[in-house]
Structure formats: C-alpha cells, structure tokens
C-alpha cells in the first residue's frame, strides 16, 4: 500500500494575500481559488514538480486558529532555490551548510515557516 502525502493545509489571516504570495510572489502554480459562498472559499497552490499542494481559505477549519506550519521541503540545489527567491523578492536567508543538507529558509506573511533542503551525501 503507497501513502501519497498530497494537501498540506495551511493558516492564512488574509486569503487574498496569501494567494498572492505563494502564486505571484512565490511562482507556484494557483491549481484552484473556489468561492462556495462567502463562508466557503478554497486555494490551492502547487511548488512547481510537487506531488503535494497546499491549501487555505475561509471555512475550512482545518487548522486552530492562529497556528502555523513548518514545512521542508526537497530542492536539487540549494544556491539555485536560493537565487530563485531573491530574484523573486522573497525574503530569505543565505543557504545554512549542515553535515545533512543545505537549507534556504522563508515564511510566508503570516509566518508558516519553510525549509528548501539539498540532500547532501556524506562522504
């Protein structure tokens, strides 16, 4: 049996501003933005080559109030996430060497914090 990890729900203050964001700002691909009515509403974003989106609106309860999420992510490299980022004006941290990886840091405007992780093989 395959266990697909494929949504990963996030806690926004301002949808609007989130989906700017994460699709303009970010560059990651705005799969849905449904409005069911005015307590309903459902966004779906997608890192570009991702099996797993990421999702956030009005009414979906899925996370407490006020929470946030730390989520890492898998990059082939590092420098290059890095250069994304900054070509995007996304504030991010320079690439912090570990003995496990190579990581850029970032959070979105209401502080879900992300990893970009370049798996490093010892050697």
């Known amino acids: ?22 699709g303009d700002k970010v560059g ?18 997608t890192p570009p080559g991702s099996a797993c989106s990421f999702c956030f609106g009005v009414g979906l309860q899925m996370l407490p109030e006020g929470s ?16 994304y980022l900054r070509e995007r004006d996304v504030e991010c941290e320079g690439v912090d060497e570990q003995p496990w990886g190579r990581f850029v840091y970032f959070q979105d405007p209401d502080g879900n914090r992300w990893a970009l992780q370049q798996i490093v093989v010892p050697s």
């Not at 691909?29 to 966004?43: A, G, I, K, T, Y």
């Open 68 to 83: 946030s999420q730390f989520i890492q992510v898998v990059v082939d490299d590092a420098d290059k996430a890095l250069a």
């Open 28 to 45: 990651w691909n705005v799969d849905h933005d449904q409005v069911v009515s005015p307590e309903l509403r459902f966004v779906q974003v």
């Open 1 to 22: 049996m395959d266990f697909r990890i494929e949504l990963v729900p996030l806690a926004v203050t301002d949808v609007d501003r989130a989906k700017a964001f994460y």
